[in-house]
């Protein structure tokens, strides 16, 4: 009997190890088709407004284009403000609640910004001359101000349907109502600008019908959630909550928008036309980012109880930054293509005048890397409602950003404004990182994400450093190299032994086909 033990205890050992693995994988899989779901919407609706790029590259004039992408960084910004913090607060509030608390979560939520965001937007129509001023903008384009405030109110509207239907898994419908908006946003303004040749101004009232569109379809998820009336203490708390995520929240947008305005000012409106076309190629990144984003925080409020949470959030973050690194190196390496990708009429992706700022892309792409690092590394902020982290993590962001911005612009032009975005995301994640540690101590897989950073590296150098062998055509040098990084990996023991018997099980598959 006693010989039998350690081999039982071995046993016993190797089915708990292989049922841990498989609830790994489980959660792993709900985590990827999460984001799948909320991706088609993403990277679809994304890459449908990417087009824009091109379409106004070609039909608007440099300086146009730039009030448009000033315009709508300072909406990206209202957008931050006009929600006061609630989504993060009905996320937290709704997790556990019975279907009465939720209704009543969801009610005192909505028509609180609904309320806010109207008195707020009049304020700012009042004042409308001078921010026209402020802005730099025309007297013939009087009606640009009145038609962004009206998005920013539609779209802070809706930012709590949007919400329930994320917490309330029901990532189709969420796809389907962003894809619709999204549509309609660039077919309305291809038929303004391109066909009808109107003014700039319609393409902020596309926007408007887009926003409108979302609300209209949203109106039976209002409907069914809406019936618990407006809580005054519930409603206080959920500010309590949600108000020190607010400024965090602009201050993520103003890392995102300030550069245009300092730019405009430090340089003219071609200059943040080149800088804003070139920026918007990043956005395969923040692509990645955001779908992620969307199935990551109602799947780690609800993982949150679990024993074994932390060991997956570990997993979670060196997944993601394998596959983030594995987009940076590709994209990276191919962009020069993508912007001479040809269209219709003898035109390329991104007007030839647009390319002496392409070298901000993989600044960029680098940057929003590590913005989804941070948000995997507050999710123990969240979980422990110190949310005053987020403040202090954002807030010290911005300020950084906002002085690169001053500081390298000038210097290094559109590479100054690029370096500013990177510094500030690299500092967050830093931040999180070393609250984390405190709040919520998670014991991450160091010695793989080392790994995965000497393989980028060493790709990267190569890129850099070394030139195109005459003997090869450029794309198969570019595929070596990406290879190389696999390869890298492969060789430094960054795979599980689980993970390479999946790897060859998948190759045998690929090869069989």
Known sequence: ?????????????????????????????????DSAFYGISNVLGRFITFLLVPFYTHTLPQAEYGIVAVVYSYIAFLNAVFTFGLEPAYMRFVSGSDVNGRNRIFSSSIWFIGIASVLFGGVILLLGPRV?????IGSNLGDVVPLAIAMVVLDAFNIIPFAALRMGNRPRFFA????????????????????LHWSVSTVFLSGVIASLSSTLLLIPTIVSHGRGGMDRRLLRDLLVYGLPTMPGAMAIMLIEIIDKPIMKQLTDWSTVAIYQANYKLGIFMMLVVSMFRYAWQPFY????SSEEAKRLFARVLTYFVLAGALIVLTLSLFIGDIVRIPLPGGRVLIQQDYWSGIGIVPIILFSYLWAGVGQILNAGIYIE???????????????INIACNYLLIPVWGLYGGAFATFAAY????????VAGRRIYPIQYETGRLLRITAALTVSALLWYLVPVPAFLPAMIWQLLLIALFCGVLWASGFFLPQERDEIRLL?????RR
Not at 385 to 399: E, P, S
């Open 1 to 33: 009997m006693q010989q039998r033990r350690p081999g039982r205890f071995l046993r016993f050992r190797r089915d708990v190890s292989l049922m841990y693995l498989a609830w790994v994988k489980e959660q792993l899989k709900r985590l990827t088709s």
């Open 132 to 136: 026209q001023s402020l802005l730099d």
């Open 176 to 195: 389907s109502v962003k894809l619709v908006s999204i549509v309609i946003n660039v077919a309305l303004n291809v038929l303004f600008i391109g066909f």
């Open 301 to 304: 409020l609800q993982l949150a």
């Open 385 to 399: 409602r110190k949310t005053m982290h987020v403040l202090y993590a954002t807030g010290m962001g911005a300020v």
């Open 426 to 433: 690299f500092s967050i994640a830093v931040f999180y990182a």
């Open 507 to 511: 190759l045998r598959r690929l090869t």
